[in-house]
């Protein structure tokens, strides 16, 4: 089945130059189309063009977009969107003056989470998840990654692993799983991170790749989590298994995740909310995506990574929503977007470019995603009509989302 979108007031996001990120200054380009028309082919991108060119087509569904925008959907590289319940106890520790530090030292945090998740069955987290994936489906997102992390058990890891691989198999949207067993030390291990970390290579991993359960596998490398030497070596015992890296680097301090990310050949590094100039000097001319995930220093009143600098360096940079009940508990990629232009000083073209392709990058997708491309996979959102393209990240919570396509199929109408 094909879909002929027609009167596009702007097509944004065409790229056919074949390149697999966005770097430096050519981040703040982005290809723009006026009075367009764009055709799918199955669940591809077949062609576009300008509405002088409408081609005529048999056999399709056509779609009036009456002047408004087409955009590419949201890539979202870094979400924890299968979890138990929610957590404002917490955010009202923090009003009263806790640190998301302090939090977990308590034992609370990630380990609360835990808690709860032990006690959810599986057929309940997939019905609260799911929820989760129509808001942000609703919201523009047309691929995501999905992180373990809440189980920090065998049987609990294997449990989200497997709801993630159920959400993969039944939403639209398209999914990647990473294994997070070391997110924290479960409560079984209490003292004993060494063992928990030997856990994780000689157990965890095995069994979630006998499975074939994730694509990724994941460290908090941080101060008070996981040391450098412990990223290293799960990194290593992964890649063993096939699972190239994704690190959470430097949300806390500057934990040297960066670094050993890099050296291990990471897919990303993500957070960086600290960072020096070294780390930005070792990300040069690395496969390495430095991913930030503005909704985290937002939720939890931290200093937002340093993306202008990094841009100005010459570096790709992504976005993601980071989604999860402790510190960013929203999956709304829009709304990254204009923290990314907001707090970050990212023109808006640098951060849907950060947003799309390159977060795209951020799961090795980009040859599918990210991007109006020809051959690509269809996904895209249409807006109403708008101004211009800072209207997007500048009214950032005015609902302008009509449409989403996903593999070629309209699957939610606003
Ligand atoms: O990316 N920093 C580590 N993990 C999550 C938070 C997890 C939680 O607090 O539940 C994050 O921010
Ligand atoms: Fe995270």
Same mark, same amino acid.
């Given at each position: 089945?094909?879909?002929l979108?027609?009167?596009?007031? @702007?097509? $944004?996001g065409?790229?056919?130059?074949?390149?697999?990120?966005?770097?430096?200054k050519?981040m703040?380009e982005?290809g723009?189309?006026?009075?367009?028309?764009?055709?799918t082919?199955?669940?591809? #991108?077949?062609?576009?063009?300008?509405?002088?060119?409408l081609p005529?087509?048999?056999?399709?569904?056509?779609?009036? /977009?009456?002047?408004g925008?087409?955009?590419?959907?949201?890539?979202?590289?870094?979400t924890?969107?299968?979890?138990?319940?929610?957590?404002?106890q917490e955010?009202?520790?923090k #009003?009263?003056?806790?640190? *998301?530090?302090?939090?977990?030292k308590?034992?609370?945090?990630?380990?609360?989470?835990?808690?709860?998740?032990?006690d959810?069955?599986e057929?309940?987290?997939?019905?609260?998840?799911?929820e989760?994936?129509?808001?942000?489906?609703?919201?523009? @997102?047309?691929?995501v990654?999905?992180?373990?992390?809440?189980?920090?058990?065998?049987?609990?890891?294997?449990? #989200?692993?497997?709801?993630?691989r159920?959400?993969?198999?039944?939403?639209p949207?398209e999914?990647?799983?990473?294994?997070?067993?070391?997110h /924290?030390?479960?409560r079984?291990?209490?003292?004993?991170?060494?063992?928990?970390?030997?856990?994780?290579?000689?157990?965890?991993?095995?069994?979630?790749a006998?499975?074939?359960?994730?694509?990724?596998v994941d460290?908090?490398?941080?101060?008070?989590f996981?040391?450098?030497?412990?990223?290293?070596k799960i990194?290593?015992?992964?890649?063993k *298994?096939?699972l190239?890296?994704?690190?959470?680097?430097?949300?806390?301090a500057?934990?040297?995740?960066?670094?050993v990310?890099v050296?291990?050949?990471a897919?990303?590094v993500?957070?960086?909310?600290?960072?020096?100039?070294e780390?930005?000097?070792?990300?040069r001319?690395t496969?390495?995506?430095?991913?930030?995930l +503005?909704?985290c220093?937002?939720?939890?009143g931290?200093s937002? &990574? +340093?993306?202008?600098k990094?841009?100005?360096a010459?570096?790709?940079?992504?976005?993601a929503?980071?989604?999860?009940?402790g510190?960013?508990?929203?999956?709304?990629?829009?709304?990254?977007?204009?923290?990314?232009?907001?707090?970050?000083?990212?023109?808006?073209a640098e951060?849907?470019?950060?947003a799309?392709?390159?977060?795209?990058?951020?799961?090795?997708?980009s040859?599918?995603?990210?991007?109006i @491309?020809?051959?690509? $996979?269809?996904?895209f959102?249409?807006?109403? &009509?708008?101004p211009?393209?800072?209207?997007?990240?500048?009214?950032?919570? @005015?609902?302008?989302?009509?449409k989403?396509?996903?593999?070629? $199929?309209? $699957?939610?109408t606003?």
């Amino acid at each position: 089945m094909s879909l002929l979108v027609k009167n596009i007031g @702007t097509l $944004v996001g065409i790229d056919q130059s074949g390149r697999l990120r966005v770097e430096g200054k050519a981040m703040t380009e982005i290809g723009m189309l006026e009075n367009a028309w764009l055709l799918t082919d199955g669940d591809r #991108i077949k062609d576009y063009g300008t509405m002088d060119k409408l081609p005529s087509v048999e056999n399709c569904e056509v779609l009036d /977009a009456e002047g408004g925008w087409l955009f590419p959907s949201f890539c979202d590289s870094h979400t924890h969107i299968v979890y138990a319940g929610s957590r404002e106890q917490e955010f009202l520790d923090k #009003i009263n003056g806790l640190s *998301y530090e302090e939090i977990a030292k308590r034992g609370g945090g990630i380990l609360n989470s835990a808690d709860r998740l032990h006690d959810t069955s599986e057929d309940e987290l997939y019905r609260q998840a799911m929820e989760r994936i129509d808001e942000i489906v609703a919201m523009g @997102t047309g691929l995501v990654e999905i992180k373990s992390g809440y189980g920090l058990t065998l049987e609990d890891e294997l449990k #989200i692993l497997r709801v993630i691989r159920r959400i993969r198999e039944n939403a639209p949207v398209e999914v990647r799983a990473t294994f997070l067993g070391a997110h /924290a030390v479960g409560r079984a291990y209490k003292g004993r991170q060494a063992d928990y970390v030997e856990h994780v290579c000689n157990d965890m991993i095995p069994a979630v790749a006998k499975e074939g359960l994730a694509d990724f596998v994941d460290v908090f490398c941080d101060r008070g989590f996981f040391t450098v030497e412990e990223t290293a070596k799960i990194m290593e015992v992964g890649a063993k *298994y096939g699972l190239r890296a994704k690190i959470h680097a430097n949300e806390l301090a500057i934990s040297g995740g960066v670094e050993v990310g890099v050296e291990h050949n990471a897919l990303s590094v993500d957070h960086l909310e600290s960072m020096g100039d070294e780390q930005i000097e070792a990300l040069r001319g690395t496969g390495t995506m430095p991913t930030m995930l +503005p909704g985290c220093a937002f939720f939890l009143g931290i200093s937002y &990574p +340093p993306a202008r600098k990094m841009i100005d360096a010459g570096l790709a940079v992504a976005l993601a929503s980071d989604f999860n009940p402790g510190t960013a508990p929203s999956g709304n990629m829009r709304f990254v977007v204009s923290l990314g232009s907001i707090k970050m000083k990212m023109t808006p073209a640098e951060a849907l470019n950060a947003a799309t392709l390159n977060s795209a990058a951020a799961m090795g997708l980009s040859h599918d995603f990210g991007s109006i @491309t020809r051959g690509k $996979v269809a996904n895209f959102y249409l807006t109403k &009509p708008l101004p211009s393209l800072a209207y997007l990240p500048y009214a950032h919570q @005015t609902p302008v989302i009509r449409k989403v396509v996903l593999k070629g $199929v309209v $699957v939610k109408t606003n």
